[in-house]
């Protein structure tokens, strides 16, 4: 309650009465056991409502599906919404009975996928620490997340620091269990601004350390095409508004 409204520059009073409202419109909701405020999926879902009146996921499917073909694992994108990162469009590679079915709802923690790993390293050290505490690196009632997630600062730093030369974030379960994922930043055509991150993800026992060049190369030449039919105008900041 204090962090947010020192954030919001209100009192305790009127930030009590705006978590009151956002929770009665089911838009935030209270942890039972930390008390703890966080936002709900009615937020982010009305963002992918948005963008798809836009046409944008109808753009970029093509480049997806044909990413996805080639590796034949789930592909996913997504785009930079103020201070995280917004689910826009996927494509399953996989074949029946062997695929890999993330969820295109749920939030993505920043400080523990590859798409979160990949947006950080390329922003300011000083603003990825922001952005992972802000997402709940390190505060009790975080996101679950994988075994070998990272949970302090110390962590984080040097992550970054290792993922910005390499060109892609590379997670291997710290998302979730049993799964690995690559992803690299779609940069706009216009000034080079990272707007969004295109990830490769599945089981371990497929995903292995011989396929991460292959699923590199794909990555990195598909994130070039994104570039190119990218608006120009700024999507993310009118996730935010929609939303």
């Given at each position: 309650?204090?962090?947010?409204?020192?954030?919001?520059?209100?009192?305790?009073?009127?930030?009590?009465r705006?978590?009151?409202?956002?929770?009665?419109?089911?838009?935030?909701?209270?942890?039972?056991?930390?008390?703890?405020?966080?936002?709900?999926?009615k937020?982010?879902?009305?963002?992918?409502?948005?963008?798809?009146?836009l046409?944008?996921?109808?753009?970029?499917?093509?480049i997806?599906?044909?990413?996805?073909?080639?590796?034949?694992?789930?592909?996913?994108?997504?785009?930079?919404s103020?201070?995280?990162?917004?689910?826009?469009?996927?494509?399953?590679?996989?074949?029946?009975?062997?695929?890999?079915?993330?969820?295109?709802?749920?939030?993505?923690?920043?400080?523990?996928?590859?798409?979160?790993?990949?947006?950080?390293?390329?922003?300011?050290?000083?603003?990825?620490?922001?952005?992972?505490?802000?997402?709940?690196?390190?505060k009790?009632?975080a996101?679950?997340c994988?075994?070998?997630?990272?949970?302090?600062?110390?962590?984080?730093?040097?992550?970054?620091?290792?993922?910005?030369?390499?060109?892609?974030?590379?997670?291997?379960?710290?998302?979730?269990?049993?799964?690995?994922?690559?992803?690299?930043?779609?940069?706009s055509?216009?000034?080079?601004?990272v707007?969004?991150?295109?990830?490769?993800?599945?089981?371990?026992?497929?995903?292995q350390?011989?396929?991460?060049?292959d699923?590199?190369?794909?990555?990195k030449?598909?994130?070039?095409?994104?570039?190119?039919?990218?608006?120009?105008?700024?999507?993310?900041?009118?996730?935010?508004?929609?939303?």
């Open positions: 309650m204090s962090d947010i409204g020192a954030e919001l520059e209100l009192e305790n009073g009127p930030a009590h705006v978590l009151a409202q956002l929770c009665e419109q089911r838009r935030a909701e209270q942890d039972k056991h930390t008390s703890q405020y966080r936002l709900t999926l937020l982010s879902l009305l963002g992918q409502r948005y963008l798809h009146g046409g944008l996921p109808g753009l970029v499917r093509p997806l599906d044909e990413v996805a073909a080639q590796c034949r694992e789930p592909v996913r994108l997504t785009v930079v103020e201070v995280t990162l917004a689910w826009l469009a996927s494509s399953q590679g996989a074949a029946p009975g062997l695929m890999y079915s993330p969820s295109m709802e749920s939030p993505i923690t920043l400080y523990a996928t590859a798409n979160g790993k990949v947006w950080l390293a390329s922003t300011p050290n000083d603003r990825a620490i922001e952005y992972a505490l802000g997402g709940g690196l390190g009790a009632g996101r679950a994988g075994p070998k997630a990272i949970n302090s600062i110390e962590q984080l730093i040097p992550e970054s620091e290792l993922t910005r030369p390499r060109g892609h974030g590379h997670v291997v379960e710290e998302a979730e269990p049993g799964v690995a994922a690559l992803a690299v930043p779609v940069q055509l216009t000034d080079g601004t707007v969004g991150t295109m990830s490769i993800a599945g089981p371990l026992m497929r995903v350390p011989e396929r991460y060049d699923f590199y190369a794909l990555l030449e598909a994130a070039s095409k994104l570039g190119a039919v990218w608006p120009r105008k700024s999507v993310g900041a009118n996730v935010s508004e929609a939303a």
